[in-house]
């Protein structure tokens, strides 16, 4: 099982990046699939979930109105789209993926995450 994050990238403040993750080895259609961030010197933390039928998300404060998590289960595929980034959204964004079927909790704590892709770089300069 493989998740594989890509979309990163330099981009000027106020630009926009969108960030996919493909998944491989299985599907996650009935899981919920999670984007968490880690910048330098920082701990990891949560950005955005979205839960299996697509209908439900959670974001983190700093990134609410700016982002959109979003998902294609026909192409075991989530994406982040990311507007008017900022200087602090500099950080390796990884996604995840729960292995529990159904969930409808959109789950926000990393340690309910099972599966971790290997994360893509996102760098907003000043």
């Known amino acids: 099982v493989q998740l594989q994050a890509s979309g990163g990238g330099l981009v000027q403040a106020g630009g926009s990046l969108r960030l996919s993750c493909a998944a491989s080895g299985r599907t996650f259609s009935r899981n919920v699939m999670g984007w968490f961030r880690q910048a330098p010197g920082k701990e990891r933390e949560f950005v955005a979930a979205?839960?299996?039928?697509?209908?439900?998300?959670r974001y983190a404060d700093s990134v609410k109105g700016r982002f959109t998590v979003s998902r294609d289960n026909a192409k075991n595929t989530v994406y982040l789209q990311m507007n008017s980034l900022k200087p602090e959204d500099t950080a390796i964004y990884y996604c995840?993926?729960?292995?529990?079927?159904?969930?409808?909790?959109?789950?926000?704590?990393?340690?309910?995450?099972?599966?971790w892709g290997q994360g893509t770089l996102v760098t907003v300069s000043s």
């Open positions: 979205i839960n299996w039928r697509g209908d439900s998300t």
């Open positions: 995840a993926a729960d292995n529990t079927p159904y969930r409808m909790l959109v789950i926000t704590a990393q340690h309910d995450y099972d599966y």
